[in-house]
């Protein structure tokens, strides 16, 4: 692995033929994002030709267009679908989703919950700002009750989406929340994602200031990124705190960890088994 460090390195994995700056808003945290997806990669030592990065639709579907690894640029809400075609085909493949709250949990909601059910052995990252944003900033299923968006201008009334205990009940063989404010918890939960066996999702809670947080309390893409220094904290302090102040936090870390086989790997064990094979 050659030792290259910060912008040196992130240039290393960027396809060099794509026309920068790239297309996030000033204060989004998608580039940074990017970028500790590239050191995972990188820190993981695998080449480019062992990765595959499958996206979907919205700002978080831009990343795959940047990165020099396999890429594929899906449908809206399908790139689940793409991805575990592309790791039962080729399962010694690391294939990593990413995708945003809109995209996995509402339009690809129940690809969301069978890819965990089945166990397949890809990495999701998805990408929560709250808000649908390069549409319009439409409420999605992770808009807090309460707040304002294009399609709820008095206030959401629904219940939104915990994106960790909705892949935890669907019995996702890894599962991690990390913001992109703690960024190098973030580069651990995606390096140990992409190691761990099975299906992994990593929810990371990125801001939107274009269209969530200017409708709501935050002035300043600043504000947001306090609010993630101050609101996000370690399960561990969490877990110790009373009904009433967890409801005003929200916990980070490691949920579920379990080393399960891969539906690809049980597939293959079963072919090799009907050829005769032990």
């Known amino acids: 692995m050659v030792d290259m460090k910060g912008t040196q390195l992130i240039h290393e994995y960027l396809r060099h033929n794509k026309k920068f700056p790239h297309v996030f808003?000033?204060?989004?945290?998608?580039?940074?994002?990017?970028?500790?997806?590239?050191?995972?990669?990188?820190?993981?030592?695998?080449?480019?030709?062992e990765v595959c990065v499958v996206a979907g639709i919205g700002c978080s579907g831009r990343l795959a267009a940047y990165v020099d690894f396999n890429t594929v640029h899906t449908t809206h809400g399908r790139a689940l679908t793409f991805a575990t075609g592309i790791k039962m085909a080729k399962p010694n493949m690391h294939v990593i989703v990413v995708m945003g709250d809109g995209d996995s949990m509402a339009i690809g909601g129940n690809h969301l919950i069978h890819a965990a059910r089945r166990n397949i052995g890809v990495t999701a990252l998805i990408l929560n700002n709250n808000i649908y944003g390069m549409t319009g900033g439409q409420c999605s299923p992770t808009t807090p009750a309460g707040s304002f968006s294009m399609t709820?201008?008095?206030?959401?009334m629904e219940q939104s989406f915990d994106c960790v205990e909705l892949c935890s009940a669907?019995?996702?063989?890894?599962?991690?929340?990390?913001?992109?404010?703690?960024?190098k918890k973030l580069d651990k939960m995606?390096?140990?994602?992409?190691?761990?066996?099975?299906?992994?999702?990593?929810?990371?809670?990125?801001?939107?200031?274009?269209?969530?947080?200017?409708?709501?309390?935050?002035?300043?893409?600043?504000?947001?990124?306090?609010m993630?220094?101050?609101?996000?904290?370690?399960?561990?302090?969490?877990?110790?705190?009373?009904?009433?102040?967890?409801?005003?936090?929200?916990?980070?870390?490691?949920?579920?960890?379990?080393?399960?086989?891969?539906?690809?790997?049980?597939?293959?064990?079963?072919?090799?088994?009907?050829?005769?094979?032990?």
């Open 25 to 49: 808003c000033a204060g989004c945290g998608h580039g940074i994002v990017l970028g500790s997806l590239i050191r995972s990669i990188h820190g993981l030592g695998l080449s480019k030709d």
């Open 152 to 156: 709820t201008p008095l206030g959401q």
């Open 170 to 183: 669907a019995k996702a063989n890894y599962v991690a929340r990390g913001t992109v404010f703690h960024v």
């Open 190 to 226: 995606i390096m140990d994602g992409i190691s761990n066996p099975g299906f992994g999702v990593v929810e990371i809670l990125t801001p939107c200031h274009t269209q969530y947080g200017r409708k709501n309390k935050y002035r300043t893409p600043v504000d947001m990124y306090k």
């Open 228 to 278: 993630l220094k101050k609101d996000v904290i370690d399960i561990d302090r969490y877990e110790k705190l009373s009904e009433a102040d967890k409801a005003k936090k929200v916990p980070s870390g490691v949920f579920v960890q379990k080393d399960d086989s891969g539906l690809e790997e049980k597939f293959y064990q079963m072919a090799a088994k009907c050829q005769g094979g032990a």
